[in-house]
């Protein structure tokens, strides 16, 4: 059903933001969210023979990365994604899709264990999956049906574009870096902004308000936490042990934080109480995850044999 968006309650009318009010200005930002999630979801591509040579694997490993790991994500996400999309904010899941390929992104260009890239890969695939379902759905509400064709393009136009770019960008920083993890690190810079834009996209189905985007900012300061903890911890110290402690709290992390942005703004746009109580357990998780990398990070110093 088609919903006329509105002016969310609590959010103070500005000028300059009064093109992303309207329909085409939210569409503009929703091929955005479709561009930085084909972007993130080829990163691999432009980089993945230096990486394989660099890292002595095979072309299986590599396969593996690019191929199995999203598909498998994707495919078990999908319908679990879809029913959250029908229960909460839309706005909110492109969001926590943009800061779990951030973040997924980030650890990719961090690790060098098989592993944790593997886990990486298989989350971008699970924020492109989510990406796509709340852009879909977003399209349904925001234009009547005698215009959803011409969105659609513009959200298809998105997809392509960002899969170009990562091409021409990943060439570019492969060339200018000095490995294929500094060059992968510089492909997570355009997520940032594009990351930080999700913030201007409302749901016309349930607002969340001022204090929502709050707590989004919020939820974008403990994920980018996450990573940078993270990169304290030397490579060379890292064991099977390390390796496991790293995937498991970067799984509750990167999990987590979309469900405190997706629970606590439906819960302050009036959705249930059901939503307070995930996202308090999911942002406990977060603040876990931060801590459990910090202890990593003083156990294992830098330089220490």
Do not use: K
């Not at 973040?103 to 886990?119: H, P, Q």
């Not at 977003?138 to 770019?165: H, K």
């Not at 492969?174 to 500094?182: E, M």
């Not at 042990?241 to 987590?256: E, K, P, Q, R």
């Amino acid at each position: 059903m088609f919903v006329q968006p509105s002016t969310a309650p609590g959010v103070v009318s500005s000028p300059a933001l009064s093109f992303f009010r309207r329909p085409w200005g939210q569409m503009l930002l929703i091929a955005l969210a479709a561009c930085a999630s084909a972007f993130a979801r080829n990163t691999l591509g432009p980089l993945q023979e230096t990486m394989r040579l660099s890292l002595h694997w095979g072309d299986s490993d590599m396969a593996l990365l690019q191929g199995l790991a999203p598909a498998l994500a994707s495919a078990a996400g999908a319908v679990p994604l879809g029913m959250l999309a029908d229960r909460w904010p839309r706005a909110r899941m492109l969001v926590g899709a943009a800061l779990l390929a951030l973040a997924a992104t980030l650890v990719s260009g961090m690790t060098r264990d098989f592993a944790l890239l593997f886990v990486a890969r298989a989350a971008i695939g699970l924020s492109f999956t989510a990406t796509l379902i709340a852009a879909f759905t977003l399209i349904a509400d925001l234009f009547p049906p005698e215009r959803r064709g011409r969105a659609t393009m513009a959200l298809s136009f998105g997809q392509v574009s960002g899969g170009s770019a990562v091409f021409a960008g990943g060439g570019y920083a492969l060339v200018a870096s000095v490995s294929w993890q500094a060059a992968m690190l510089w492909l997570a810079v355009p997520l940032v902004p594009c990351a930080a834009a999700m913030l201007l996209v409302r749901d016309p189905r349930a607002m969340a308000g001022l204090l929502g985007l709050f707590v989004t900012l919020g939820g974008v300061v403990s994920v980018a936490l996450v990573p940078a903890t993270a990169a304290a911890i030397p490579a060379e110290q890292r064991g099977l042990a390390m390796s496991l402690l790293v995937t498991t709290t970067m799984l509750i992390a990167v999990g987590g934080a979309p469900l405190m942005v997706s629970g606590l703004s439906g819960v302050l746009g009036g959705e249930s109480a059901i939503g307070t109580a995930m996202a308090i357990v999911a942002s406990a998780a977060s603040l876990i995850a931060v801590g459990v990398f910090a202890w990593a990070a003083r156990t294992f110093p830098a330089g220490a044999g």
